[in-house]
């Protein structure tokens, strides 16, 4: 027995939810580039779910069950309220979403219609809870979901407690639809090994959030800002960079296990930094990332991945730091879900084995003899 390091390269599962070939990546067939021009984030998650884009019907009916399940449980606001107002964004969402299940019951039901509405009620109560922190870490209340529009008009509805304008629904919305499931991702792997055990599609998200925080995954948009708020001006990037990379340290938001030649997802990220910048008559954000590019891909050939240009994208939005990765979370949840449908449909317990490189032969000695 040989083991990979991080499984590079190991085909773990078969899926027939998203695929990254030659660097092209698609959702159920559908390129990601038509998708982000085209696609709501709500028709993305139907197609991620039901395999095939909504009628209109289908798309109305699901609009509608989101709207309706985008409540979450008082107990669970409550218990918002108790957490430290310090606390890891992503730490207090793992948590608020495991409670979620206390207060569904039909948590343990493992049908196939319960878990499909399950997904739904997931994807539409994220948003809500990820506002809410928010909101309760500033010291505000929590504004209660509106009826009747999309998750990202809903999201930063709840988030600004005033009506969005249309500019940065749709540039959230487009966000949402470019993360919205990536094959077979840490967090994906992690949310369909902890259901394989038969387990509950909350415990399968919960898992999932855990491993998107870090951030080598999702929690890398948070770490791209930090830098950049840390740079400073644009004047700065290069003596900051060049010293980054002589100290061999990493950069966050380059690089990725797949993609070798560049994310697709980043230049649909790194145009809407721009044109947003644009509008604000102050593209210094942008500016500075495409200087960080070049030096990155001059240097140690690296390209963007899809947290890079998110940073300044939802910075010029106007939305804080420590909800980049939540954000991340809302989106990817369509995906968690989906492949936790597809792995119960076809269960089979992940149970990989380990190369042991421990010490062997050893005989015990009594404690108060050692
Ligand atoms: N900055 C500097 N050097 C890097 C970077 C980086 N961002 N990424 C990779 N490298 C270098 C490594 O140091 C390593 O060099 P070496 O062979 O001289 O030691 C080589 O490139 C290979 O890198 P690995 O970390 O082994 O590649 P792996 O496939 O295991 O990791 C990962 C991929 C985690 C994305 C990595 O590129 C990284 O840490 N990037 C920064 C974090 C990041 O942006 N994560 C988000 C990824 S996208 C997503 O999850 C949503």
Redesign the pocket.
């Known amino acids: 027995m040989t083991a990979t390091k ?1 499984l ?1 390269g190991i085909v773990a599962t078969t899926s027939s939810i998203s695929s990254i070939v030659d660097g092209v990546l698609t959702y159920r067939g559908y390129d990601i580039d038509e998708l982000a021009e085209h696609a709501t984030f709500e028709e993305t998650a139907y197609l991620l779910w039901f395999g095939s884009l909504p009628t209109v019907p289908e798309l109305e009916a699901l609009k509608r069950d989101l709207s309706a399940f985008a409540q979450i449980p008082e107990q669970v606001i409550e218990q918002m309220k108790l957490y430290p107002k310090d606390a890891n964004t992503m730490a207090a969402l793992r948590s608020a979403v495991s409670s979620l299940a206390l207060y569904d019951e039909a948590a343990d039901d493992m049908s196939r219609e319960a878990n499909e509405i399950k997904a739904v009620k997931l994807q539409a109560q994220l948003p809500t809870i990820v506002a809410a922190l928010s909101r309760i870490r500033k010291g505000l209340e929590p504004v209660a979901p509106k009826e009747g529009v999309s998750i990202a008009e809903n999201f930063l509805y709840m988030l600004w407690g005033k009506e969005p304008d249309s500019v940065s629904v749709k540039a959230l919305d487009t966000a949402l639809v470019l993360h919205a499931d990536h094959e077979l ?1 840490a967090s994906t792997f992690a949310g369909r090994v902890t259901v394989a055990t038969l387990s509950d599609i909350y415990s399968g998200v919960t898992s999932a959030i855990g491993a998107l925080k870090g ?4 929690g ?1 948009n948070e770490a791209v800002m930090k830098m950049l708020e840390e740079i400073g001006s644009l004047e700065a990037v290069e003596p900051f960079i060049r010293k980054k990379l002589d100290n061999r340290e ?8 797949v993609y070798k030649n560049g994310d697709p997802r980043a230049k649909h990220l790194m145009k809407m930094s721009l044109e947003l910048g644009t509008m604000k008559n102050d593209t210094t954000l942008y500016d500075m990332s495409v200087n960080i590019e070049q030096l990155i891909t001059g240097q ?1 050939g ?1 390209r963007p ?3 890079f240009y998110s940073a300044s994208v939802y910075t010029q939005l106007g939305i804080e730091r420590e909800l980049f990765t939540p954000i991340f979370a809302i989106s990817r949840t369509s995906g968690w879900t989906a492949h936790i449908l597809e792995q119960y449909t076809d269960n089979r317990i992940i149970r990989p084995r380990a190369e042991y490189t421990g010490m062997v032969e050893q005989k015990y000695v009594p404690v108060d003899e050692r």
């Open positions: 991080g590079e991702n951030p080598l995954h999702g890398a990493k950069i966050m938001g380059f690089g990725h296990r140690k690296l991945n899809v947290d």
